[in-house]
């Protein structure tokens, strides 16, 4: 039971950072839009009034507050504060390198982590930029997708936002990897994993406003764009 809360509320007060580039030419633009028209979304009536929901949230709660931590925290202390965290998902990083036979893009994680824990003072500096290491992003949603398994129906999630069935099946995964996952008591990972994705969302906390501004209807402009950025990650 206790694993069931700590998947649900991780679940509930993660935060997916969701960088979106539009683009300028139409004709791309008609494009895309064409290539979505058809989605399957049988859970379209569900996911449009979370959408809403999460929107309201979002606008009136968490980006005023995000302003105002933003205010008080020097960006310094913050991004301190994102590197640290960044340097502990080292293992879901490896892990999905590895189970995708990216062993090059695994090594070069692993002199990451290396560098900017011994030199980067437990990873709150980037100790790895001066030896020109990459991170190398992937987590078991791209895992799946790596291997052929599709998107499946679009979910969204309650503060998360969007996902898709495949990408719900790999937080599962990435739970496990986590390191802060096995801080005891669950209150307290929760916690934990809430301050992390708070901090993140703080370093741009008007990077939602920017984003829906440029939306029609909120909700088919969050799916598409979600969707065709993990087809994108997972491609690459």
């Known amino acids: 039971m206790k694993f069931l809360l700590s998947i649900f509320f991780s679940l509930l007060l993660a935060c997916a950072n969701t960088d979106i580039?539009?683009?300028?030419?139409?004709?791309?633009?008609?494009?895309?839009?064409?290539?979505?028209?058809?989605?399957?979304?049988?859970?379209?009536g569900y996911n449009?009034?979370?959408?809403?929901?999460?929107?309201?949230?979002?606008?009136?709660?968490?980006?005023?507050?995000?302003?105002?931590y933003a205010y008080v925290v020097p960006k310094?202390?913050?991004?301190?504060?994102?590197?640290?965290?960044?340097?502990?998902?080292?293992?879901v990083r490896f892990v999905n390198n590895l189970l995708q036979f990216k062993f090059?893009?695994?090594g070069e994680e692993t002199l990451r982590f290396l560098a900017n824990t011994?030199?980067?003072?437990?990873?709150?500096?980037?100790?790895?930029?001066?030896?020109?290491?990459?991170?190398?992003?992937?987590?078991?949603g791209q895992t799946l997708g790596y291997w052929g398994l599709g998107s499946g129906f679009h979910i969204v999630w309650p503060l998360i936002g969007p996902s898709n069935l495949r990408d719900t099946g790999g937080m599962v995964g990435d739970?496990?990897?986590?390191?802060?996952?096995?801080?005891?008591?669950?209150?307290?990972?929760?916690?934990?994993?809430?301050?992390?994705?708070?901090?993140?969302?703080?370093?741009?906390?008007?990077?939602y406003e920017k984003l829906r501004k440029d939306a029609i209807d909120l909700y088919p402009f969050l799916r598409d764009a979600y969707e065709q950025r993990r087809d994108k990650l997972i491609k690459e």
């Open 48 to 68: 449009r009034m979370m959408t809403h929901a999460n929107d309201f949230i979002y606008v009136n709660m968490l980006t005023p507050v995000a302003k105002g």
């Open 76 to 91: 310094t202390a913050r991004t301190m504060v994102s590197n640290f965290f960044d340097n502990l998902l080292f293992p």
């Open 118 to 140: 011994i030199i980067g003072f437990g990873g709150l500096t980037d100790g790895a930029k001066y030896y020109n290491l990459k991170a190398h992003d992937e987590d078991f």
């Open 21 to 44: 580039n539009t683009n300028s030419e139409s004709d791309e633009f008609d494009v895309e839009f064409e290539a979505k028209k058809d989605v399957f979304d049988p859970l379209s």
């Open 175 to 207: 739970y496990f990897a986590d390191p802060i996952s096995y801080v005891d008591p669950i209150l307290l990972s929760t916690g934990i994993k809430s301050y992390r994705a708070f901090n993140s969302f703080s370093q741009d906390p008007t990077a």
């Open 104 to 106: 090059q893009n695994a």
